[in-house]
């Protein structure tokens, strides 16, 4: 008998062993119940004849079948719902491989767990567990034999995993259908760079999202191969990025080309600095694109010339100190703008930033200290529906407020009673977002409004009277102020405001 011949034998009989073992020791332990002992015989019998049935195909063919008895451990059974009795598969299941996994099955403390094995030193072996795991899973449901053997069958369209390496991780095509993997989370770990090539087995991807903890560059062509990528996010806010460290992203010119599908890019909390022309080359289709929570100071002109189907745009949290007139240049589908809450002391926005976008509907500004606010010139004020701005900015910058005749909502951030919604630019306010300090009446002249979304730091006096004046009012909310609580509650759910989804994409 030849070696190779004598070694599947004796996988099989190792394997069928194991069943033996595990079944009479059930059977012992539940020797006076009569359901337990047929359902266990019945368990272990077609365990047995599938490994009988893969040592005879192995002794006639080239390609092997590798089998893997997984035992239930009976300590993860609750007896409390229902007793032992109501179990169905108490012995364990059958996993068919098409290689040899023994080293992840080897310390297999529970059932379904690979990711305990003492002997997970290098990543592929950690990445491979991980899809292991979400299979058997998957297929463990009502299934005593869990077949993996084709990897054309074994679907997945999302993966995550922690990757310590750069090198290109083709440790999972002998496990899974690569052509169904639509989504993929990655830790890169302490990698500062990554190549065209990390990603390459992915090609039929939709949505990436890395977590770079000390990824310092994003290189020319990163990922060229990526065809297919609708969504890329790169997000440092798993490690709870801080803005005074020296943790700082840059990426290169053509970083994205190749992704002409891609329609959202979230680069936030990277501590990118700079932003320039050239990073945005190939990105003419990008709908979305945040670089909030990063450390831009001056956005140039011609900036995001190369985006001419970008709607959605993020520079919030930042430290900008001047947006230069051009900067908005070729953003002529530009529906949203988002400038809130930035660091530095004054913000200086050039007179007519915002002249070439003719569909500008949305402009967020609160917490920004715009020294030139009254001076500010919208060519397409006309076209303005929401805007959101600091209470005291209203006492103080009514030409720049006028310019909106057509505003549908409004968000107020530190409003009080010495601020007023009087002008005839909010007449035709669909929606009213205010943050009082305290609940307080403000003045009311012939609001037509249909939906309120009041929050406070301090819930006093309830005053009814409030709402005297708002006749056609279909929603109100009150909801109590903190940053978490404003993001959850900010919720306008009215199916009669239909306009309102769309138009209250702010975050407050």
Same mark, same amino acid.
């Given at each position: 008998?030849?070696?190779?011949?004598?070694?599947?034998?004796?996988?099989?009989?190792?394997?069928?062993?194991?069943?033996?073992?595990?079944?009479?020791?059930?059977?012992?332990?539940?020797?006076?119940?009569?359901?337990?002992?047929? *359902?266990?015989?019945?368990?272990?019998?077609?365990?047995?004849?599938?490994?009988?049935?893969?040592?005879?195909?192995?002794? &006639?063919?080239?390609?092997?079948?590798?089998?893997?008895?997984?035992?239930?451990?009976?300590?993860?059974?609750?007896?409390?719902?229902?007793?032992?009795?109501?179990?169905?598969?108490?012995?364990?299941?059958?996993?068919?491989? !098409?290689?040899?996994? &023994?080293?992840?099955?080897?310390?297999?403390?529970?059932?379904?767990? =690979?990711?305990?094995?003492?002997?997970? &030193?290098?990543?592929?072996?950690?990445?491979? *567990?991980?899809?292991?795991?979400? =299979?058997?899973?998957?297929?463990?449901?009502?299934?005593?034999?869990?077949?993996?053997?084709?990897?054309?069958?074994?679907?997945?369209?999302?993966?995550?995993?922690?990757?310590?390496?750069?090198?290109? !991780?083709?440790?999972?095509?002998?496990?899974?259908?690569?052509?169904?993997?639509?989504?993929?989370?990655?830790?890169?770990? /302490?990698? *500062?760079?990554?190549?065209?090539?990390?990603?390459?087995?992915?090609?039929?991807?939709?949505?990436?999202?890395?977590?770079?903890?000390?990824?310092?560059?994003? #290189?020319?062509?990163?990922?060229?191969?990526?065809?297919?990528?609708?969504?890329?996010?790169?997000?440092?806010?798993?490690?709870?990025? !801080?803005?005074?460290?020296?943790?700082?992203?840059?990426?290169?010119?053509?970083?994205?080309?190749?992704?002409?599908?891609?329609?959202?890019?979230?680069?936030?909390?990277?501590?990118?600095?700079?932003?320039?022309?050239?990073?945005?080359?190939?990105?003419?289709?990008?709908?979305?694109?945040?670089?909030?929570?990063?450390?831009?100071?001056?956005?140039?002109?011609?900036?995001?010339?190369?985006?001419?189907?970008?709607?959605?745009?993020?520079?919030?949290?930042?430290?900008?100190?001047?947006?230069?007139?051009?900067?908005?240049?070729?953003?002529?589908?530009?529906?949203?703008?988002?400038? #809130?809450?930035?660091?530095?002391?004054?913000?200086?926005?050039?007179?007519?930033?915002?002249?070439?976008?003719?569909?500008?509907?949305?402009?967020?500004?609160?917490?920004?200290?715009?020294?030139?606010?009254?001076?500010?010139?919208?060519? /397409?004020?006309?076209?303005?529906?929401?805007?959101?701005?600091?209470?005291?900015?209203?006492?103080?910058?009514?030409?720049?407020?006028?310019?909106?005749?057509?505003?549908?909502?409004?968000?107020?951030?530190?409003?009080? *009673? !010495?601020?007023?919604?009087?002008?005839?630019?909010?007449?035709?306010?669909?929606?009213?977002? =205010?943050?009082?300090?305290?609940?307080?009446?403000?003045?009311? #002249?012939?609001?037509? $409004?249909?939906?309120?979304?009041?929050?406070?730091?301090?819930?006093?006096?309830?005053?009814?009277?409030?709402?005297?004046?708002?006749?056609?009012?279909?929603?109100?909310?009150?909801?109590?102020?903190?940053?978490?609580?404003?993001?959850?509650?900010?919720?306008?759910?009215?199916?009669?405001?239909?306009?309102?989804?769309?138009?209250?994409?702010?975050? $407050?």
């Amino acid at each position: 008998m030849s070696i190779v011949k004598k070694q599947k034998i004796d996988w099989c009989g190792n394997v069928m062993n194991e069943i033996d073992i595990a079944s009479e020791k059930i059977l012992l332990e539940f020797s006076d119940s009569e359901n337990i002992t047929k *359902s266990v015989n019945r368990i272990r019998e077609v365990l047995l004849d599938k490994v009988k049935e893969i040592e005879c195909f192995n002794s &006639s063919n080239e390609m092997k079948k590798y089998a893997y008895f997984v035992a239930v451990d009976n300590i993860l059974i609750d007896s409390s719902f229902g007793g032992y009795e109501t179990i169905d598969n108490l012995l364990g299941n059958l996993v068919i491989l !098409n290689q040899d996994y &023994s080293h992840l099955f080897k310390n297999l403390q529970h059932k379904m767990d =690979l990711r305990n094995p003492e002997n997970l &030193s290098i990543m592929e072996d950690y990445i491979q *567990s991980e899809i292991l795991e979400h =299979l058997m899973r998957t297929k463990n449901e009502n299934n005593i034999i869990i077949d993996l053997s084709k990897p054309s069958e074994n679907i997945i369209e999302s993966i995550e995993f922690i990757c310590r390496t750069i090198e290109n !991780n083709d440790c999972v095509s002998a496990l899974v259908n690569l052509n169904k993997i639509f989504m993929l989370t990655v830790d890169v770990g /302490h990698t *500062s760079t990554i190549t065209d090539e990390f990603f390459s087995i992915f090609n039929v991807l939709r949505k990436l999202i890395i977590y770079p903890n000390n990824l310092t560059v994003i #290189k020319k062509e990163n990922f060229s191969n990526l065809k297919n990528l609708t969504h890329l996010i790169i997000d440092k806010c798993k490690y709870h990025f !801080n803005k005074s460290q020296d943790d700082i992203l840059t990426i290169e010119k053509n970083a994205f080309v190749g992704l002409r599908n891609l329609k959202t890019l979230i680069l936030e909390k990277n501590g990118i600095k700079e932003i320039h022309k050239e990073m945005f080359n190939d990105l003419e289709n990008l709908v979305t694109l945040s670089f909030a929570e990063n450390c831009i100071r001056i956005v140039e002109k011609d900036t995001f010339m190369n985006l001419k189907n970008l709607q959605n745009l993020n520079l919030s949290e930042n430290m900008i100190e001047k947006l230069e007139n051009g900067c908005l240049n070729g953003l002529d589908k530009l529906v949203a703008i988002k400038l #809130k809450d930035q660091l530095n002391y004054q913000m200086i926005i050039e007179t007519n930033v915002f002249d070439s976008c003719p569909n500008l509907e949305c402009l967020n500004i609160y917490g920004c200290s715009i020294d030139n606010l009254n001076e500010l010139l919208f060519k /397409h004020a006309v076209n303005m529906k929401v805007l959101a701005i600091c209470g005291q900015d209203l006492d103080h910058n009514s030409n720049f407020i006028y310019q909106f005749t057509n505003l549908k909502s409004i968000v107020v951030k530190r409003f009080d *009673s !010495n601020h007023s919604l009087n002008s005839n630019c909010f007449n035709q306010l669909n929606t009213i977002v =205010l943050d009082f300090y305290t609940f307080q009446k403000f003045v009311k #002249k012939n609001f037509n $409004i249909k939906a309120l979304n009041i929050i406070v730091s301090i819930v006093d006096i309830f005053d009814p009277e409030l709402f005297d004046n708002f006749e056609n009012l279909e929603y109100f909310k009150l909801c109590e102020s903190s940053e978490a609580y404003y993001k959850k509650d900010l919720d306008f759910s009215s199916h009669s405001i239909e306009f309102l989804m769309d138009e209250l994409k702010f975050e $407050i």
